[in-house]
């Protein structure tokens, strides 16, 4: 099954549930969606699958208390593809979209319709934090449409602006938390390189421990804003 074949039914499934006829005497309530995506992470590089070096126990936590999806997988093996296909619920050979952005002007069709705005349809508030690797004209990091600039980890900083969406929005919302991590460069906080010393993978250890720091703060922000049983949560990585 591929993995965003099996977003697109479920979310859809979901969508279904709250599109309510006028004449019905209570409205289903909508859930709120959180798709949480990695960057490059490794299949077997998190303790929920038998990691012994890297260490993420927050994304155990959730897998924990939610379903494990074995025979799941992505529908292309390089970011941009995979991640078209993910917000249009459609192979992207169906649309030309097979390889990774090579110039300008390259990117999803103007006609595909994607996820938000399919949600935006049913009353839902949507945003994008992170990577998007779906537009060949944009090269840097923006915040609705500004130039962005930051002073501490990335990773953390992504999480920090999940968790102020999370906190300002009325339900119901969705949101694309797009991690870079642990994709190459390997750069990685001072104080999570110190947790791995001495150990061979170090750099992506600690990539990988951010990237789990900062899940677990946007779940957190969920409970602290009391939305955390309203929300159905999505975890994967692009490819």
């Not at 292309?76 to 030309?96: D, F």
């Not at 980890?153 to 969406?165: G, I, M, P, V």
């Not at 309203?230 to 994967?236: E, G, K, N, Q, S």
Request: proline content about 4%.
């Amino acid at each position: 099954m591929k993995i965003d074949h099996l977003l697109a039914v479920s979310l859809g499934t979901i969508v279904g549930l709250t599109a309510c006829s006028s004449d019905q005497k209570e409205e289903v309530r909508k859930p709120n969606i959180l798709i949480l995506l990695a960057d490059d992470a490794g299949y077997a590089d998190f303790g929920f699958m038998g990691s012994a070096d890297i260490q993420t126990p927050n994304i155990d936590r959730l897998a924990a208390e939610g379903r494990i999806f074995t025979d799941a997988h992505v529908a292309a093996t390089v970011s941009s593809p995979s991640r078209s296909m993910m917000l249009t619920g459609r192979y992207g050979q169906r649309y030309g979209y097979e390889c990774n952005l090579d110039k300008p002007g390259d990117g999803i069709p103007d006609d595909e319709e994607l996820l938000p705005a399919l949600l935006k349809r049913y009353g839902y508030r949507t945003g994008c934090i992170g990577k998007w690797h779906l537009d060949g004209n944009l090269q840097q990091y923006q915040y609705n449409g500004q130039k962005l600039s930051f002073d501490g980890y990335f990773t953390d900083e992504l999480a920090s602006k999940a968790r102020q969406f999370v906190a300002e929005s009325e339900q119901p919302f969705m949101l694309y938390m797009s991690f870079t991590a642990p994709h190459s460069p390997n750069e990685a906080a001072e104080e999570d390189l110190a947790r791995f010393e001495g150990q061979p993978r170090q750099k992506y250890a600690a990539m990988m421990y951010a990237l789990d720091r900062g899940v677990g703060k946007i779940v957190d922000e969920l409970k602290a804003a009391g939305k955390f049983d309203d929300t159905i949560i999505f975890f994967f990585s692009d490819n």
